[in-house]
């Protein structure tokens, strides 16, 4: 049996490194209060939830994003081991002069397990990625109470090797999708995309 606590949060405009570490530091409140209510072994907050998903926030990722011990780590890892829970967390990642959409687990411990870095950026719509991020280059897999877990990220569902080559190839179990959505056109085929997904791969 694994238990998740799947978290949607509300996540205002931001600029400043100073929004963002009181944005974490709220949602972490809000996340902590949950856990008391209804206990988990896992924690799964969405895609980039450290900051606002907007054109006017990616123009500051001089100042928002963050290497893999920066603020968010600080955040969650402390989290993970209050309460006792794995955490997966997004966020934007800095590296070498290159930004990148990620997500990153911690373990009760505390101890980070690895991180993702999104493979398939959108660019359509409202999405613009591209122009503000690189993608990734490797997949990350790791378990809870013997779950072989993958995190992929938002436009990452739409593609079908990706979730094939987790479940088949690396016998995952269950593919823990992170997204963040605008209302357009789009927005109503996410759920189908989701729904295929999984019964294709026959996987959570």
């Known amino acids: 049996r694994l238990r998740i606590l799947a978290c949607q949060i509300d996540i205002p405009p931001m600029t400043t490194g100073a929004e963002r570490d009181r944005h974490l530091a709220a949602t972490a409140a809000l996340v902590r209060a949950a856990l008391r209510e209804t206990p988990a072994d896992l924690v799964v907050l969405p895609e980039l939830a450290s900051i606002d998903y907007s054109r006017a926030s990616f123009d500051r990722l001089d100042a928002l ?3 893999l011990d920066g603020a968010s780590y600080q955040v969650w890892s402390a989290l993970a081991r209050d309460c006792g829970v794995h ?7 800095t590296d070498g002069g290159r930004n990148f959409i990620s997500v990153a687990a911690v373990d009760p411990q505390g101890t980070r397990l690895g991180h993702y870095d999104k493979l398939h950026l959108a660019q359509y719509g409202a999405s613009m990625e591209k122009d503000y991020f690189s993608r990734g280059d490797h997949l990350f897999l790791f378990t809870v109470k013997g779950f072989r877990l993958a995190p992929i990220i938002c436009y990452d569902i739409r593609i079908p090797e990706l979730s094939r080559s987790l479940a088949v190839g690396h016998g995952v179990d269950v593919l823990l999708h992170c997204g963040a959505y605008f209302r357009d056109v789009s927005f109503d085929t996410w759920h189908e995309f989701i729904v295929t997904r999984a019964l294709e791969n026959q996987c959570y």
């Open 87 to 93: 955490v997966l967390y997004g966020f934007a990642r």
């Open 65 to 67: 994003a963050e290497p």
